[in-house]
């Protein structure tokens, strides 16, 4: 009773796995650690700049990474850790290319800027120990790019204690849209950090929180279930007869019944075609169309169809003039005839 019961569980088990839907991608976290107080500007108390964060003491050992973003996506939020001086001040988050021209000269990076996020408000604070503080946004970034900040002139986000060349400065700041530039100068870790989300429609809309509908480009709510397109409208075309070979295309799958019908000589009667008698034979000759087979039907598919001309009685046409006409029928009773003509000589 017990191996049977512990049976059900691990079925039971394995179903809830099947029923559950696949987790999405995860946020990514990228940045500094934040785990410093800020002890200096960066920018000149007069001089307004933008700061370029190049290389980041990563965890958990504070080994030095210069990569940029690990993934693409959309920053849905980031943290900075600043204080204001004398007066509040604020910092505009922005993303960019960082590079060093010389790998061996620690001194000098060339920058761009290639998004801009909100701009947002540090407080002055008394307090020894300065808080991390956390703002939505709605930024894209590129695998490899940088994160950078624009501070205002009384705002402190960069530490400072190694020397170590992190951060480099530019003065006065960079403009989106323009091309890059050197910088003025360096500094150390720029105290500032993301969470990138997952794109995967590329509408600039992370598809953890602010996307409820990844699939969809255009639809951040609830996605939008879009009926299929009706089938085309029946249409007979091409219809042909050659080298014992009848030739057709259908614009959707149906039914299709053919009628062969030889033509005669006839009499004209009361505005009709009839067989000629001896009473009207001196009446207007014209051309009667008599049915030698009928009813001979075959699935056709959508696109273009080929069937063998039928015989009769188990042998080929005989020479004389034909008329084919076709009728098909497509799964919604749809109707469509077409007719053509020909000889066999």
Do not use: W
Not at 52 to 77: E, H, L, Q, R
């Amino acid at each position: 009773m017990k191996e049977r019961t512990s049976m059900r569980a691990l079925l039971a088990s394995l179903a809830v796995l099947v029923l559950a839907p696949a987790a999405s991608p995860a946020a990514t976290n990228f940045g500094s650690r934040l785990n410093h107080d800020p002890t200096t500007r960066g920018c000149q108390a007069t001089d307004p700049c933008t700061l370029v964060s190049f290389i980041v003491p990563t965890d958990p050992n504070g080994d030095p990474d210069s990569s940029g973003s690990p993934v693409a996506g959309v920053i849905t939020k980031f943290r900075v850790r600043a204080y204001a001086v004398d007066q509040p001040g604020t910092v505009t988050l922005r993303v960019g290319d960082i590079s060093r021209p010389n790998p061996a000269d620690q001194t000098t990076a060339v920058a761009t800027v290639t998004g801009t996020g909100p701009t947002v408000p540090i407080p002055v604070i008394d307090d020894p120990e300065t808080p991390i503080r956390e703002f939505g946004a709605q930024l894209p970034i590129k695998q490899g790019q940088h994160l950078e900040l624009d501070p205002s002139a009384s705002v402190s986000a960069v530490y400072a204690s190694s020397g170590n060349k992190f951060t480099y400065i530019f003065a006065p700041p960079l403009v989106e849209g323009q091309g890059a530039r050197g910088s003025s100068d360096v500094t150390e870790e720029l105290l500032v950090a993301a969470t990138i989300e997952p794109d995967a429609d590329g509408d600039g809309f992370g598809d953890e929180t602010q996307d409820q509908c990844p699939s969809q480009p255009g639809t951040q709510g609830q996605c939008v279930s879009t009926p299929p397109p009706p089938p085309p409208a029946l249409a007979v075309t091409g219809l042909g007869v050659s080298a014992g070979k009848i030739s057709y295309s259908l614009s959707t799958a149906a039914t299709v019944t053919m009628k062969l019908a030889k033509a005669s000589k006839g009499r004209k009667l009361r505005g009709r075609c009839v067989r000629q008698t001896r009473k009207n034979r001196k009446r207007k000759s014209c051309t009667r169309f008599v049915t030698i087979l009928s009813g001979i039907g075959e699935p056709g598919a959508a696109g273009a169809n080929q069937l063998a001309l039928p015989k009769r009685n188990g042998r080929r046409l005989a020479k004389g003039r034909y008329r084919l006409t076709i009728t098909a029928v497509d799964a919604g009773g749809k109707r469509v005839t077409a007719t053509v003509r020909f000889r066999v000589t």
